[in-house]
């Protein structure tokens, strides 16, 4: 998470009132949990974590809830967060609690987040809904040339990096299109990972990006 998407997220959960409640899926180790939570707690709002702490090399499974819980615990934050453990796709045709900010940063295939955007089914007309790696993933971009660019729910506001923000409300034709203004960039980010599968780290730079990780 750059500087400017914590800053995203704090200021989305600085907006809400006494008694909201953020969702957020995908924890992982609590980073963005403890910014939406210390900012939360500010206005007397909550935080509900969905994460199955997924085994394996790239999530880490049980002991990245350790830390995650480690994380929570530190931050003074155990009142504020609620850990619901479990894969968004199998608690969403379930989920009866309502909630005022949806933050997706889980799975980052097409369907996955194509069914972590119907979660905002549970927000209010006009609440806000924060979208990591959006115009980095391929999954996640397609999901939002679908979901946003091509239907009637969502209009996008703007992003800091790849952390876009949308609003629960039927789009213009100019909000459309500037969804469309952010192709460019996800070209751009596509070609750096490429090139950053190549080896090819000093032609990334070319383009602006300076760093042995993908662009987010
Ligand atoms: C990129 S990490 C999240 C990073 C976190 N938001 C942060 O800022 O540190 C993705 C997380 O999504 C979780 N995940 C994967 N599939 C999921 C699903 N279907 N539902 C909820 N979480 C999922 C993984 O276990 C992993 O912890």
Known sequence: MTEAQGRALWDAARRLEKGDVILEIGSHQGRSTVVLGTAARTVGATVIAVDPFVDGKLFGGSPTRQRFEENIAAAGLNDVVELVCGYSTKLRPHWDRPFHLLYVDGKHDYWTYTDDLRWSAHLPPGAEVLVHDCFSSIG???GTIAKVLFGNRYTYVDRATSLARFRVTPPSMKDRLRVVAQLPWFVRNVGIKVLL???????????GHDSPYDPY
């Open 197 to 207: 599968r190549l080896r090819l780290r000093p032609v990334a730079r070319l383009f």
């Open 140 to 142: 996640v971009t397609l």
